[in-house]
């Protein structure tokens, strides 16, 4: 169950570019990274600050001369390194998600970059190509994505256990922002700042999550077009949507809808799927991730619980228990299973794999993910923004 | 608490049309109709078949002479007898609605009716019409109107209690039809046939219910536009659809979104509103009715149990506790609660008052309300059948 | 599924004891006895005061001369007529009911009682015998026995769903007399006075229904002893409890525990039954009284639905359901239930049969069953009384 | 929130016993310790086989000589070295608590020690002696209480917010074991043989842990006599219970009662504990833990979420929010907690003070804690073993 035994002859060598002191989302990258012994941080560009990035950094027992001012110069410097690292995750404001991605590439490192991965799908096609062209491993860190249950809805589906998947019903809709926050809060003044933020708010920073949960759970459906609805309820926030409603339609006849929200007042996250096929459905929750629900049509409904035997042993390849059914997992589980499968990943490119390939083997949140990410924020911006037209999505996988 | 006081120096004289032997619907009306004394049942065409619909009557204890073959029958001999109907039940299939609805009018009567009122908007308009010229009560029964935290829920929105609305979610979507079970099934069957139902299967069947929620729940909001996207996962049903999306827009800016659906496998019922303030949130669900979730941004979310004496007070005006809080109150008390408002708004036409004054005193789900559910489901038809765009509902009221 | 069908040629000739208007039990007795149409009310000494009794049985529909200033009155009046009262419902304070019912059965009237029957032993075993002798019906009202699900949790053992039954956890534990509300509810002041209430507070009211839960769920389960504890945190209340704490041993190695509350601070009712087998268990909340769960070790926990054909076929002949599932039913239900089995068991009675026999056929809480609760409250009590020592309870039955 | 600040100049040098590879302890200690730097591992005697030991300790970075065959090898080779580890975790079966704590407190190492410390109530006191005399800390691994809203619970309680506890209800009663399946799994074998369990199973593996949590969240509550059932429905576990029912009376009259049970067919762990005031009741349950129930007597029953702003801020001394609220943290971050703080503890008792005194500034279980668990189990199977009589456990403390 807890694999402790799969690991690298050497630990990947490790850099962080943002994620400094007080920063939540460094702390679950560092975390995550560490679970499994995969990767070893040894050098990091952590603050726009550089003393305060170096004063963490000594704090992370990392060697002074590898905290950098900044994430150029930690890039030509390991490069210049027989122990230079081989994997830096991004984990800055979204308006440089882009550049550093680029650069990274450029100078042959495997990427675990923060979604959004860039804001334009032009961008996000210069980065897939770069990442090819490198043979780079480039991860977007969907951390909801490694839930075990997610991964039994997907087994479930796979074997046909809910028939035709026929309706997918989507979101991610918190309330913490429903009064204008951003006066006194700079973690999210810069969601509302389209400079910083990109072309929308709750789309990209939950929509996106939510959408790649059933891109998991139903891989082989394809979007066809969606038609989106999108509202500032905080007229500051303009054009930046806090509210937004999605219709999708997929090729072959199965439709969805995706509720994205900052402004859900007294929700905490709300983030649900619930996938209906014409046999049965799955319906899980953040909130509680231990638990699926499975409905089988003219079936008494079932909750299936994480670590039970019941599961389909598929599962433990991709994701692992890392204690009893019974006990409560949390994100930092979900995050870890990511980094392991992103460390296995770049372990079989470096033995000499294409990326391509390893795609083939090993499910991770991939480049083309992050790119299709992007590509709907844009396609659903564009929609709300003629006001709610249904906008094609096929030409964009 | 519970109001056995209130009730007619003699009940009304009631009648009904349709909801026979084995009739689920006709049981609940005659339940409810009985509850609180305010009627009596004295007269039926209650079989489309009139030797099962008197003997079905007569083990009603009906008098034989008044169990009629049909209701031109019926509403003939009773109108002319001193004693005869002043109230009449309808529970007939959809597509008879208009014609006994006006029919019923016509001849004096008071009108309780199931939903849809009728197929299209001219003939709800028609009804309306009447009814104001005849000055006569017709209420539709939208059931789940009656439970008492939508009346708490109402009330907390007319007190400020969520601030400024912004959002309602509504949906109503069970698996019983996942497959095609019509083949089987008498009563569903005529539900997918277009010339029996309507233009419409589930919008109108299970979506103008949580629509109505909405309704009772917000006032004062004004639907300005709709889109609606829908689907007959079953293709027999065509072009009747089982599963249906709705975006909303209100005016003043709030929006919202509808699920209708047959085909959500595995599910109950799933009717479930929220409306979403800029403070603060409601929830309520028809599976468990005697709860209603409230969340204010910022503060622990709180379960709001009927019959508490923490709830409004201006409750107990429109819906009644029949036992105390704790036990479990279910559907039929909520009809019981329409009847009995019903009642009473009859029993005010009765001593003279208007029809359309009773409106401002008595909370029941009227003829407009009808109405605008016609309206509704046929903007909604129109929408999807254009291929998903924006219709205008503004005119509609 | 709607079990109009069945009635009586003619409704039982029924009378009320108490009840009188404001009675939250009389309401409820009135609604269930007429749900089916098997019981008429046609006499009653509803209050304690005569005219306010006559006021309201005025109200009700019945005849002048047979609202009845007492109990005494009612008996001996409507004995002597040839239309006379067949069954009588007693709705009276505790102390009153075994004087009433005694009376009743010598008069030769079948009985419905509130329970507890009566104080002690003694007085259950005279009402025992004389309803034998009389070849009388004496239901005891624990409604929430009338709930379709528990008669799906009885089918389920039955059937060795559960494996062998090892151990019961019952719970009946509400808040609303947290503090001394005594002082300003009458309706709390006689449950927490010995002269009225009899020798105990919560185990009486509230514990003897989940008890009873508990045998009609495993009726083959023989008491063999017990242990409580008992206290009085509102200590005016002494020496009635507000809380107590039970642990059972069943013949055959079964155990169990129930909890009886009155201060269970915020909690609503929380009257719960859990049935653990060998194999797997099954739990009831009559708060959701439409669900329950039904774990089988090793397998994905269930939900079953009231209404939905993969129930048992058997529990239809008990409990009816009266709409679909999915819409919630509620108490009023669950009591039409007992008065159904209670008039079906009158009838075969009044055919010939002997009430004994009947006991084979018609499920209903019975004397047997009042008297069971009289013997396991004062088992406690005394076992309470005594330091919280074992008590046999084995001679008992 | 998150508290990657506080940390040691140099982490504590640590050691293991026990723990090797596949055991799921291990990997739980291991996370725990590393969460927060306060700890790095630096020698074990991970294996009782000394090879499987060596191979497990290089996979996990040590270095081979600080890999021992056994506990005492290690305790002496690192004593002798200025390098040496200072404190030692104990992850081995539970008949070797004793010894090995007793023989790392001789060797001046702090210990963190799985539960149960040891058998017997000599032992244990052997223990606490020895703590204080060589003045080191022993920190009990019930990592349950380090959840977030358990000291929220705690805090509530302290503030007064629930009145007076009057009652505490408690279980942790899961069905694993509801069949003999330690017959194919050696973890349930020796949980089930006295030799190596001690003198109970369910009441010492999982009622501690429960009753430890009342202990956090009511300090001042005091034992005053237990009463215990103790059941092996699994005739071969006999002696040792499968299933154990205690009811517990406190000094000043507050009462509870205990269920751990292994044979809880069909459920996870249920663990839950509810502590009942005067005024309010709050309740948590394992498996959902970032939410905590709050209901005050005649208000709406509240949900708590861990990470919000509204939960008291003395909590943040005590547990950390690692991730903002609405994500689901798990029994990692719990353990994490604990692990801070026995980290803490240590590094003031090695700045120099007492471990007395630092018991009254740090929280977490400690010497006295786990005597005070050892004592429970002794007196429950003391009790259980004399037919389930009370037993006094004022003595105790």
Known sequence: MINEGFHLDKPLRWGMVGGGQGSQIGYI????????????????????????????????????????????????????????????????????????????????????CEKPLCFTTEQAEVLAALAIEKNRVVGVTYGYSGFQMIHQAREMVAKGDLGEVRIIVMQFAHGFHSAAVEAQDAGTKWRVTPAQAGPSYVLGDVGTHVLFLAKTIVPQLKLDAILCSRQSFIKSREPLEDNAFVMLQYEGGAVGTLWASAVNAGSMHQQKIRVVGSKASVE????????????????????????????????????????????????????????RQMGRAMDLVNQGQSVETVWQQIWYPTIRDGLEGVQFVNACVRSADLGGIWVDFSSSH
Chains 1, 2, 3, 4 share one sequence.
């Not at 122990?83 to 550049?99: K, R």
């Not at 409905?295 to 079932?302: L, S």
């Open 284 to 339: 899980w929750w953040d909130e509680h991730p231990n638990q699926l629900r499975y409905e089988v049509q003219g079936r008494p409904a079932q909750v299936l619980e994480r670590g039970m035997d019941y599961l389909y042993p598929e599962l433990s390849a991709t994701v692992s228990d890392r204690i009893g059914g019974g006990h409560a997992e949390g994100l930092f589980e979900a995050w870890s299973n990511l980094y």
């Open 29 to 112: 990258h560092r975390n995550s990274a560490a679970r499994d012994r995969l990767f070893q941080l040894v050098a990091a560009a952590l603050d726009i600050n550089p003393e305060r990035g170096l004063a963490f950094g000594l704090d992370l027992g990392l060697d002074p001369t590898r905290c950098y001012p900044d994430y150029q110069t930690l890039f030509q410097a390991e490069a210049g390194r027989a122990d230079g690292i081989e994997v830096v995750s991004i984990a800055t404001p979204n308006a440089t998600h882009f550049e550093i991605c680029k650069a990274a590439l450029e100078h042959g490192l495997h990427v675990i």
